[in-house]
């Protein structure tokens, strides 16, 4: 009975060891890859607020907007 369990024992470290192996590799994975840079932020020229530029709409005189409704009424 007790080698049953010394058996038991030495599977579950050996899963253990194994599923850890695993994720050491995984991380190295993920880290091979830069973060992308982080995206610029716009104020809107008629409220303030801000926002990425990527989400912003120019004005026909160059400022950004927050919305279509904003570039329309133009800057404040």
């Not at 010394?6 to 880290?31: D, E, P, S, V, W």
């Amino acid at each position: 009975m007790s080698k049953l369990i010394l058996l038991l024992f030495l599977g579950f470290l050996a899963y253990l060891l194994f599923k850890g192996l695993q994720r050491a590799a995984a991380r190295r994975q993920g880290k091979a890859q830069p973060p992308a840079p982080p995206e610029r932020m716009v104020a809107c020229a008629r409220c303030g607020v801000h926002l990425p530029e990527s989400e912003s709409l120019e004005g026909d005189a160059g400022g950004r907007f927050c919305s279509e409704e904003h570039r329309r009424l133009g800057a404040a």
